[in-house]
């Protein structure tokens, strides 16, 4: 078995000519850092084995980051191994730069390049390029798996590395490097480059001061005019520039950008929760009904209204057919996310929000991070890793669980729907950015307190504005549906059924069906209940559905549905039974539920994001995280549920206008104290008690 590394710059299709190779399916993005580790997987050519290694996307062999240093580690210690570099067609003249990486370190290349759009800018003439480089050159489209074949065959030549560019040679002889401290020719590259990770940080001191203070822009500079070079002996532009767009002059201008980024955000949240979505979902309700309610009377004619009968009808087909029946609008929030990232919207976005990210101590990077956070916290907690300040990558994963993943879609809509009716997508829309303010607002203590950051680099590549491709949105589609089932198949059955056995038993171990005595979750509920009674939702089922809640968020929901004993189908139905004080569930009025939605929206995440925190960050911080996460939701929770209450009682305008007084007063007493800080005392003022003005 032969072992290729697959190496590029990000968004230069590696990902997709790796799943094309060896028919995987693994994520694609078109930002830094979707691939944060590597990835191996075999294929074959004409019955030889090769195994592929997918390595994370780098712009040189310098690695800023942990993705980037994951990537640069492996090249170095597979030297001899063939290397993929893969380019984009319209990108050569920056991908290349990695290439001139490659051959300086006397890598064996294959140069890829990848063809990505219809009507590419630059037409390359491939074998001349192949000449002038040294390398073999191959042109591809690896989303339409063309040109693989010939790919394949230049594998399986045995090569040696190719000769390093002829720049290096005279860098090396006219340096002060080599005669002063012996250097081979590599390691002259890499003193030019000020690499301290290459030489381990060992009298790297005296060595930077034998090369040029401006050393590293000599190489960078000798890189690109080399690049250019070979470019205009092998290619010839054909049209525009890339990356630019009209859609820009409105997408990221500096007054139209944010309400643009909210329309887009609103329309997602209204197809998703409501239209399309609310159609979809009672559409599958009606169906899994089809389904149920004959296996339903299977079971009773079997069993009787007993025992085991009360198990399916409770446990298995009521709660977890409850949250089965959202299954579409979690499928149109991962569809619309997959859109927005195909379309090169996912990179303005980034960019639009670098600058307030980097006045909280985090960059551009955190945007992708957080942004997946609204679908999985789990895997968007696994995506910090790219952060190559250590405190900044501590402070994305915290701030994760607080963008409301998919799984609080049941919650929102279910409850929500309850009591706000049509009026709820303003509220959703309310907790999704509530959550990123208070993501912010952490964020911003936590620089100030115990994780200042570091300057970060952040380099930022507007790919083209592209149709979605329906393939690659399937693909992600098919495996976020996949392991929503898995989890409704496994985690949610058992937890559901664990639940149920609770709910059914006491302590003593003795069936509560009709002897009034307090079941094991009840009596959990109850001893929890007065903790949250300031919060307005005391009631024992509710904190229960919390606890259970822990495991998975959708477990909420399906909680509610056993405790209310509400069947698979009837989501509105248990929507309606949450208003009814004689149901186990019930919220007594709408300042309850926005305080018990903003808990659920705050509280701590599922075991999977927490195992992952622990994985990623350490047990350290995942602890302070926890306690910060349940300390916020409380404290916010409190404060939204008095001021909702108080506007339930007095009216908007009168709270609005005590707030305005309360605020008005902080203020003042904010300028007073300012104002006497800036005096000082003379040497008699404590006997005198005189203040005297600065001069």
Request: proline share 3%; charged share 20%.
């Amino acid at each position: 078995m032969r072992e290729v590394l697959l190496v590029g710059n990000p968004n230069s299709g590696k990902t997709t000519l790796f799943n094309s190779l060896t028919r995987s399916n693994e994520h694609v993005g078109n930002w830094h850092g979707v691939t944060v580790e590597n990835k191996e997987k075999s294929f074959f050519v004409d019955g030889e084995e090769f195994r592929l290694v997918d390595t994370p996307g780098i712009y040189s062999l310098c690695p800023l980051s942990f993705e980037e240093e994951v990537a640069v580690e492996t090249i170095f210690k597979n030297r001899d191994k063939k290397i993929i570099n893969i380019c984009d067609q319209n990108n050569l003249q920056r991908n290349l730069y990695l290439t001139l990486c490659l051959l300086e370190r006397g890598c064996d290349v294959v140069l890829v390049i990848n063809e990505i759009d219809k009507k590419p800018i630059f037409k390359v003439d491939c074998e001349k390029l192949g000449k002038l480089l040294g390398v073999d050159v191959v042109l591809v489209n690896a989303e339409k798996k063309i040109g693989l074949d010939k790919l394949k065959q230049c594998l399986k030549k045995s090569g040696k590395g190719a000769k390093p560019p002829k720049y290096v040679r005279e860098l090396v002889l006219s340096g002060e490097a080599t005669s002063s401290f012996g250097l081979e020719q590599y390691a002259v590259i890499k003193a030019y480059e000020r690499d301290e990770k290459f030489f381990k940080g060992q009298g790297t001191k005296e060595l930077f001061a034998a090369v040029p203070e401006d050393s590293v822009e000599i190489l960078s500079r000798l890189r690109y005019q080399f690049v250019e070079g070979v470019l205009v002996q092998c290619s010839e532009r054909t049209h525009a520039v890339y990356g630019r767009s009209v859609l820009d002059k409105v997408v990221l201008n500096k007054w139209l950008a944010f309400p643009v980024f909210l329309l887009v955000l609103a329309s997602v949240f209204y197809l998703t929760f409501f239209s399309l979505g609310a159609l979809l979902s009672d559409a599958l309700g009606g169906l899994l009904n089809l389904i149920t309610t004959p296996l339903l009377s299977l079971a009773e004619n079997a069993f009787g209204q007993s025992f085991v009968f009360d198990l399916f009808n409770v446990a298995i087909f009521g709660g977890v057919g409850t949250v089965l029946s959202f299954l579409p609008q979690v499928v149109l929030l991962f569809f619309f996310l997959s859109v927005l990232e195909d379309s090169g919207y996912m990179s303005r976005i980034a960019f639009i929000f670098e600058d307030i990210l980097g006045q909280i101590g985090l960059s551009g990077k955190s945007v992708y991070t957080l942004l997946m956070g609204f679908g999985c916290s789990t895997s968007a907690i696994m995506t910090s890793r790219n952060m190559e300040d250590k405190n900044a990558k501590i402070k994305t994963a915290i701030l994760c669980p607080y963008m409301s993943c998919s799984a609080k879609i049941p919650i929102y809509t279910v409850i929500g729907g309850a009591f706000f009716g049509a009026n709820n997508i303003f509220y959703i829309i309310g907790l999704y950015l509530l959550g990123v303010v208070v993501a912010i607002s952490i964020s911003k203590i936590l620089e100030k307190t115990a994780l200042k950051s570091k300057k970060q680099s952040f380099i930022l590549e507007f790919p083209p504005y592209r149709m979605m491709s329906f393939k690659r949105v399937g693909k992600v589609l098919w495996k976020n549906v996949k392991e929503f089932l898995i989890k409704v198949g496994s985690v949610m059955i058992s937890m559901n059924i664990i639940i149920w056995l609770m709910s059914s038993f006491s302590f003593s171990f003795s069936n509560v069906a009709g002897t009034g005595e307090a079941s094991m979750l009840e009596s959990i509920g109850k001893f929890l209940a007065p903790i949250f009674t300031p919060l307005g939702f005391g009631n024992w089922a509710i904190v229960a559905s919390l606890l259970a809640g822990l495991v998975a968020k959708e477990v909420v929901v399906s909680s509610i549905a056993m405790f209310n004993g509400i069947d698979a189908s009837a989501t509105k139905l248990l929507s309606a039974s949450l208003v009814l004080p004689t149901s186990a569930v019930f919220f007594a009025s709408n300042a309850s539920v926005l305080s018990f939605l903003v808990f659920c929206l705050l509280y701590t995440p599922c075991m999977a994001s927490i195992s992952m925190l622990l994985q990623e960050i350490g047990k350290k911080w995942t602890f302070v995280s926890i306690i910060i996460q349940l300390v916020v939701a409380y404290i916010v929770s409190f404060v939204t549920y008095n001021l909702a209450f108080a506007v339930e009682i007095f009216g908007v305008f009168k709270v609005f206008i005590i707030l305005a007084a309360v605020v008005l007063m902080i203020s003042a007493f904010w300028l007073v104290s300012r104002r006497i800080k800036t005096r000082k005392f003379c040497g008699n003022c404590q006997s005198c008690n005189k203040i005297c003005k600065r001069k």
